[in-house]
């Protein structure tokens, strides 16, 4: 039992200081027909050894994106993630500590988080940004109820661009709050008209820039119609990266942005943790959910960091608060931060730079060849293709030749003919130029 | 501070001042070397970035010693005792950390064919069948993110369930001494709340309870082991007069490690409880989170469960990622993709490497040590409601009375002995709560100097030594910060100084 320092000997000298013969004395309130007087129908212990055989018997049933070729995107992006993230982020003293309740023993974390929050406001445009959610569909749907509490207006449009994880999370954590959704249909074309359907009853208009299915969209004009309408525009960002090369929703006129940050230090993780963030106008500062950090002195007059704005929260304002959410994604974002910290505003270019430059020769290569359209005009380093058959039986012939082709559309939007031959691929920095002949080879011959 | 240990850097030795990023900023350095792209045409249809974002320049070692920096002057459960009771700052053992990054684990895109991630599923179907034997329940969602998140998918499943019988009800009853989370749940899910008071006893009071129970109460959200550390022993009379009158039971499982591999949530009559995997099941808080909630769930709840769920298909696995593909009416989904599989590695290696007879060693432990602090600091402190507790000890602060020291005074002052505070002013039920919870993963020899630690400090405040903890922390890289002024002007992101004006 090598996480249990007490011996035997301890035990008893410290049962004998409470005054009990036995540890199932310490358990007399426990009602007598729930104690169970021997082990669960369980395994016993293993070595460390034993566990990771275990543990590599099952890493190896799968496929890892480490090992092949990969184009997989929707919303999960496999970046390369210096070293030093993952060696900083397991420091104990950040990987071990709690919430930053007490700041004098957590300047390390405020400080880390007052960064986070300053970069996720200068890369989205906005002025402000909370210290993490629980990832981006979720932070979608903290936005949405944002706006409704800031417009106190209770209908909300959803765009056919959105990721579909975003738009049924959003659903369903605001199934029981009496808002009224309405959702476009997947809009894998672009250029779906959105502003019609505002009008004064509308607390928000929620898009994704770049879209679900890759194209890049200025959201200007409907920023316009949102505020003439007394409506918000929240902006969904599920590539952070693109930050580094597209416009940011703040310059297109954004109210809230929700971001998934995972591309920048986080690894994919089959889909979680990864790190969700809502960015905002100031002045709607304090109907944002989660932890804030603030910057003060101390009795010294030195400068520290603080949480702060803490009556928003459920552990001040308990069914008041603006959300439930406690423990959030604090780790995650510290990998965010330091990732973005390595690249600094050249590095963040050029990354974004090479998934961008990536991605349009791969789609070059594939309009080159028969049978495959490139649906897309305009995109960063994810768009949308049509087969000559049916996407998820392409995939699965690619996965049979150890290249993980992409996300077929259907996957996430099943039965629908129209969406059955589309596919999403995406392409990263960690896409090689044998990665890319690869998969146009093997496209070739599964066609 | 006094001047002689005034240095001209501001450092003090092996405590080092650092700066935040962007006053280090050496415009043009990365601390990543990245090829430059090949020039072509872009595809950005005109919506590319013009102007500069603000990000400072550093390269990596500059980074590196940055970070590590800042790391030191956190606390956590590496560096030593962090008794914050309801939080289980247990010991995180590095073989998870290990096992979550091997690639064939951490390096999975969630949307791979489901055939190339078969051992992802199987380890989903691993963790979801430990935790629904340990807790003796037949459902579980892993979706979840965090506690407060399972806890609002329990009571929306809670809801879908019975609206489907046509009665969605109203209410949900929460004692007094619930963690926040729990109004603000219910709250979320469109309930009105309505508390119920504790006992002398520090329990829920079951007469109170039951004249609230009728048929328009939804559910009760109990923790047990309670926020005051304390078992209720009525739980299970309280179970059948909440199915009498037609409502769930939704237990707050943020305590579990009291009881794991001892009781069986089930076997009290509980239907719904998350569990958080960063407590009872040692995977890091990490600041703050990630965190991961599964949520077991009593059979009539199980078809309204959330989506997605892993299904055993022959001897495969698969993953119902859509209503349409299950014949159960599921609530949908509550998250990006399957929940918090990187906690879920970390979470079943934690339970393989302790095995049911080690996890029950876990909660006889975490009592025992609970229970050691408070025989042996009853007599100094002062103790609300009578013992045995079960895995934290509940203080409040009438042993400082008439001595000018606060509860934060303290805490404050624990800091400067190296120790993190105890949980403080929560929960409500007392006057200046002092919550500790050492978990098992501590010696006796620790716990022993805390205890001294805590006499001591308890003897100088009655001594009258006030200004002692008024000052305190002295030994922290910050002493008290104003937290007013922080809140009064807020200052969230970094702006560069104003330039100098001429004079």
Known sequence: MRYLPLTDGDRREMLAAIGVGSVDDLFVDVPREARRDGPVDLPEHLGEMEVERAFAAMAARNLSTADVPSFLGAGAYGHHVPAAVDHLIQRGEFLTSYTPYQPEVSQGTLAYLFEFQTQVALITGMEVANASLYDGATACAEAVTMAARITKRKKVVLSGGLHPHYREVTETMTRFLGIEMAAAGPDWRGGEDLASGVDDGTACVVVQNPAFFGHLTDFAPLAEACHAAGALLVVVVTEVVSLGAVRPPGEMGADIVAVEGQSLGNALNFGGPTVGVLAARQKHLRQMPGRLVGETTDVDGRRGFVLTLSTREQHIRREKATSNICTNAGLCALAFTIHLTLLGEVGFARLAALNHAGAVRLADRLAGIDGIDVVNDTFFNEFTIRLPKPAVAVVDALADRKILGGVPVARLIPGRAELEHLLLVAVTEASTEAHIDALTEALREVL | MADVDATLTGNRGLALEEAVIFEQDSPGLSGVDLPQPVPGNDRLGGLGRSGAIGLPGLSEPQVVRHYLRLSRMNYGIDSGLYPLGSCTMKYNPRLNERLARLPGLGGLHPLQPISTVQGALELMDACAHWLKVLTGLPGITMAPAAGAHGELVGLMTIRAALEARGDARKRVLVPESAHGTNPASAHACGYAVESIAANVRGRVDVGALKAKLDADVAAIMLTNPNTCGLFENDIIEIADAVHDAGAFFYCDGANFNAIVGRVRPGDLGIDCMHLNLHKTFSTPHGGGGPGSGPVVLSAPLVPYAPLPMVERRGDGFALVEHAGDSS????????????????????????????SDGLRQVAEDAVLNAN?????????????????????????????????????DFAKAMIDEGFHPMTMYFPLVV????????????????????????????????????????????????????????????VLVWRPPPPQAAE
């Open chain 2, 372 to 408: 050691y602090l408070l025989a042996r600091l009853k007599d100094t402190l002062s103790l609300p409601f009578e013992g045995p507790c079960m895995h934290e000890v509940l203080f409040d602060d009438s042993f400082l009375k008439d001595t000018g020291v606060t509860t934060l």
């Open chain 2, 431 to 490: 006057h200046g709560a002092l919550l500790m919870e050492p978990t098992e993963t501590e010696s006796k020899a620790t716990l022993d100097q805390f205890i001294e630690t805590v006499k001591g400090l308890a003897e100088r405040a009655r001594a009258g030594d006030a200004r002692h903890f008024k000052d305190a922390p002295r030994l922290t890289p910050r002493r008290r910060l104003d937290e007013t002024a922080a809140a009064r002007n807020p």
């Open chain 2, 328 to 355: 159960a009416h599921p609530l949908g989904r509550v998250k990006g993709f399957h929940g918090q599989f990187g906690m879920m590695v970390r979470a079943l290696a934690y339970m393989m490497s302790l095995g």
